[in-house]
């Protein structure tokens, strides 16, 4: 059974940083591509950031780019997002869960709250 659990978030002022983790258990994460995504209160989910099987190839939203960095240590079954320079509309539960058609079964999610 896929498990996703999120890790890493919390409050942070305005230019600060965070780094995000996702453990990931039930799957050979190591030929999943994988996402994080974000939904703030009163939106709808969004893709942040996606990174290929091998680490190789990533991409990412407009409004994250130079700003956020997403990595993957499959030895570890880890997904990781460095997110740098946060504003206020950063602010959301991040979520993790493979790329283009996500599992069922979402974790919890990691609070986000970018705020002064």
């Known amino acids: 059974q896929v498990q996703l659990v999120e890790s890493g978030g919390g409050l942070v002022q305005p230019g600060g940083s965070l780094r995000l983790s996702c453990a990931a258990s039930?799957?050979?994460?190591?030929?999943?591509?994988m996402a994080w995504y974000r939904q703030a209160p009163g939106k709808q989910r969004e893709l942040v950031a996606a990174?290929?099987?091998?680490?190789?190839?990533?991409n990412y939203a407009d409004s994250v780019k130079g700003r956020f960095t997403i990595s993957r240590d499959n030895a570890k079954n880890t997904m990781y997002l460095q997110m740098n320079s946060l504003k206020p509309e950063d602010t959301a539960v991040y979520y993790c869960?493979?790329?283009?058609?996500?599992?069922?079964?979402w974790g919890q999610g990691t609070q986000v709250t970018v705020s002064s």
């Open positions: 869960n493979r790329d283009g058609t996500p599992f069922a079964s």
């Open positions: 039930g799957i050979m994460f190591w030929i999943v591509p």
């Open positions: 990174i290929t099987t091998g680490g190789g190839s990533t």
